[in-house]
């Protein structure tokens, strides 16, 4: 393993980032055509117990390797282990984090059933 300056491991993230490969906003607007509804925002903001529930279910599903609060009330979340480490703004963001991950699997299965 090699070990690289905390600034190449550590990116600054904000929850509207596209951080996954493959895990982009839609910039275009639903339509009748489009299978995929625009997101509602939300109406209140999540709590940490919220944000720290979806960080546990991803991890304990492999979707993420790890998802850690920090003393700040940022989240160091890593998709694999060897991946760099992220960091994200507050509940909000992990929140957010759990709904793109979500939304990927959910248009991304096949249509078998």
């Known amino acids: 393993m090699r070990?690289?300056?905390?600034?190449?491991?550590?990116?600054?993230?904000?929850?509207?980032?596209?951080?996954w490969p493959g895990l982009g906003?839609?910039?275009?607007?639903a339509t009748k055509e489009s299978p995929?509804?625009?997101r509602h925002p939300r109406t209140r903001?999540?709590?940490i117990a919220e944000a720290g529930a979806w960080a546990?279910?991803?991890?304990?599903?492999?979707l993420l390797h790890a998802a850690v609060l920090a003393p700040t009330g940022q989240w160091l979340v890593q998709q694999h282990p060897e991946s760099p480490v992220r960091v994200l703004?507050?509940?909000?963001?992990?929140?957010?984090v759990a709904a793109e991950i979500q939304h990927r699997i959910r248009t991304t299965r096949n249509d078998t059933r």
Request: proline share 9%; hydrophobic share 40%.
């Open 56 to 62: 546990e279910v991803l991890v304990r599903h492999q």
């Open 25 to 29: 906003r839609a910039t275009a607007p």
């Open 89 to 96: 703004d507050g509940a909000t963001a992990m929140v957010e």
């Open 3 to 19: 070990l690289t300056p905390a600034k190449e491991q550590v990116k600054r993230l904000t929850p509207h980032s596209a951080w």
């Open 45 to 47: 903001v999540p709590s």
């Open 36 to 38: 995929i509804s625009a």
